[in-house]
């Protein structure tokens, strides 16, 4: 009785979660961190919690699906994991190939026009490892409605040094310019690069680091990131949607943010003009003979009533103030004396 009604409230609360959802990231970015503190905690071993993540995986996929996320990259192994222990990075690597033979031969990929590439140091793994790659690859090429990243042997400060010695080789043969390098020069020299800026980091297993993932188009788009502490084998869906309703906030922030600075900054320019244009009205209106209130109608603010206001006080000013006669006024004046 109690599993039915903790269901029950789920789904109702996965179906709200899913109404308030209007603006979806296009790129998701997923460290899929805890699957070994999972089988831990079960007595089971790390390569038995692997496999448990591996599920995971699947079932994130077809969320993605359902809410129209154009590409994900899953962050499955890092330039770092090389330095576990052969016990547990041989069995890593049996799943990576299967996992990735499989899902290349899988019908609902093809049905849902998945394609996949991996993004890292490929030739540092297994060549069963790279072999099944290949494969998932050449499988998938042709799949054009969502693109699926798998991050291997993947470091990002080895991609960016990577990129950068690429560039100054360039320059010392003199294939490139320094003053030619910018933004594209460099993205041109990652590794096979995802096709869009990421928009939203998610890590599981409770640490809320980033740990050198994406840093060029994560950090350089300033991606929303969501930490959550299931381990990745219990990663829900209710936590994935969680997830892009943190992007969203953070997109509606930055639009009020940027909205209001844009007011800002155009009363601040409207504010100086406004300044301006009052003070050559004032000199024009002391050297021309024209109409005060027609003139303060082509001026924005409160000009009207401020250039009307001095001119009433210069009308009524009596003999003996400041108040100046025009050149014109002096010519007639001179003229009836005579």
Known sequence: MLDRLRDLTERAYRRHLRRE??????HVAII??????????????????????????ERVLDWCADLGVAELTLYAFSTENFARPDDELAPLFDLLESKLRDFADADRVHEQGVRVRAIGDVDRLPERVREAVAY???RTADNDQFTLNVALAYGGRTELLDAARAIARDVDAGDLSPDDVDVQTVEDRLYDRPVRDVDLIVRTGGDERTSNFLPWHANGNEAAVYFCAPYWPEFSEVEFLRAIRTYQSREESWRRARTERAVALVRAVAEVEIAEAHAVAGRLRDRLPIDADAFAAAIPGDSRERIGAENGAARDSPAGTDYKASPNERDSEMESAG
């Not at 959802?21 to 296009?26: M, R």
């Not at 999972?38 to 390569?47: I, K, N, Q, S, T």
């Open 21 to 26: 959802i209007e603006d979806v990231p296009a």
């Open 32 to 57: 899929q961190d805890g699957n070994r503190r999972y089988a831990r905690e079960r007595g089971d071993d790390a390569p038995d919690g692997h496999r448990a993540g591996a599920a995971t995986t």
């Open 136 to 138: 998932a690859e050449r």
